[in-house]
Nanobody
Framework: VRLAESGGGLVQAGQSLRLSCTPS????????VGWFRRPPGKEYEFVAG??????DTRYADSVKGRFTISKDNAKVTLEMNSLKPEDTAMYYC?????????????????WGQGTQVTVSS
């Protein structure tokens, strides 16, 4: 399955963005979907994930209460509110067949190309 992220951009601190991830060649019905990010000069970090059942979700402590992930068969959305400069990163979606929202990046099977989010102070 190929993934396409969209919705990134440049915003000021405190503003919001909505990222989307859509699949081609498959639906999300049987996939867990996760969002990771890679800040400049740093490693990948787990942001949020939703299991294949679309009910079980998981968030990094740094985004709890600010970000919300949701999934349907056609799209996964990451609503990002109260953005901070430290949220600046390239954001990637990834999928796992019949998967739960694991934080381990090596457990995800397919990745998108990423969308840049930049938050100015």
């Amino acid at each position: 399955v190929r993934l396409a992220e969209s919705g990134g951009g440049l915003v000021q601190a405190g503003q919001s963005l909505r990222l989307s991830c859509t699949p081609s060649g498959a639906s999300f019905r049987t996939y867990g979907v996760g969002w990771f990010r890679r800040p400049p000069g740093k490693e990948y970090e787990f942001v949020a994930g939703v299991a294949w059942n679309a009910y079980d979700t998981r968030y990094a402590d740094s985004v709890k209460g600010r970000f919300t992930i949701s999934k349907d068969n056609a799209k996964v959305t990451l609503e990002m509110n109260s953005l901070k400069p430290e949220d600046t990163a390239m954001y990637y979606c990834a999928v796992r067949l019949w998967g739960t929202a694991t934080v381990a990046e090596h457990e995800w099977d397919h990745w998108g190309q990423g969308t840049q989010v930049t938050v100015s102070s």
